[in-house]
Nanobody
Framework: QVQLEESGGGLVQAGGSLRLSCKYS????MGWFRQAPGKEREFVAT????????AYGDSVKGRFTISRDNAKNTVYLQMSSLKPEDTAVYYC?????????????????WGQGTQVTVSS
């Protein structure tokens, strides 16, 4: 399994920005998901193994950007124009393939999660 470690979460004011990082042990297709208390885990973004193709959930499209730097073994999630409803634990995930996925069950490795809290 791919070892993953997220970082960069914290408290931010509505309208602000935050960048999450996920270091991985093995180059893979990657995804970001989030989960708020009492809610279903939600797809946020995905990127192919080489970074050429990305996809986003409707609720974050135009505000979030996923990218990767394979030389640093790191995937990023740049979050801008943050809203209180973005508050959640954010998880990065990996799958041993070129293509990413919008489906959480397609990923077999998960990070520990990092908390993002957006204040009004």
């Amino acid at each position: 399994q791919v070892q993953l470690e997220e970082s960069g979460g914290g408290l931010v004011q509505a309208g602000g920005s935050l960048r999450l990082s996920c270091k991985y042990s093995e180059e893979s297709a990657m995804g970001w998901f989030r989960q708020a208390p009492g809610k279903e885990r939600e797809f946020v973004a995905t990127i192919t193994r080489t970074g050429g193709i990305t996809a986003y959930g409707d609720s974050v499209k135009g505000r979030f950007t996923i990218s990767r730097d394979n030389a640093k073994n790191t995937v990023y999630l740049q979050m801008s124009s943050l809203k209180p409803e973005d508050t959640a634990v954010y998880y990065c995930a990996a799958r041993p393939a070129f293509w990413g996925s919008r489906m959480s069950h397609d990923y077999d490795s998960w990070g520990q999660g990092t908390q993002v809290t957006v204040s009004s």
